[in-house]
Nanobody
Framework: QAQVLQSGGGSVQPGETLKLSCKIS????????VGWFRRAPGKAREAIGC???????YYVDSVKGRFTLSVDRAASEVFLQMANLRPDDTAVYYC?????????????????WGQGVQVTVSS
């Protein structure tokens, strides 16, 4: 399994922007895709989107146009930039590594998970 280390997160006001980072050991060697998920209070974990090592991305409708995934191959790092944040974006955010190129939204294709970071959006 890969080592997955997340950073970023915090508390922001509605409409603000936040950027999360996910560093994956072996990215580009054994692992070629990264997915992002979140768990809001009292809800099941849900997928946000995913990115392939080549930069192809997929987003779920609820974040499309507000969230942007990017990859720094040299640093084995993936970023999730979240703009125009809303209170209902409050959740613990997770990234996960997959050996698939554009893994999709099923948790079954991810075998290495980050520790999760808290994002709170509140006025």
């Amino acid at each position: 399994q890969a080592q997955v280390l997340q950073s970023g997160g915090g508390s922001v006001q509605p409409g603000e922007t936040l950027k999360l980072s996910c560093k994956i050991s072996g990215f580009g060697i054994d692992y070629r895709g990264v997915g992002w998920f979140r768990r809001a209070p009292g809800k099941a974990r849900e997928a946000i989107g995913c990115i392939a090592i080549g930069g192809d991305t997929y987003y779920v409708d609820s974040v499309k146009g507000r969230f942007t995934l990017s990859v720094d191959r040299a640093a084995s790092e993936v970023f999730l930039q979240m703009a125009n944040l809303r209170p209902d974006d409050t959740a613990v955010y997770y990234c996960a590594a997959s050996k698939w190129n554009l893994p999709g939204t099923s948790e079954n294709v991810y075998d290495s998970w980050g520790q999760g970071v808290q994002v709170t959006v509140s006025s």
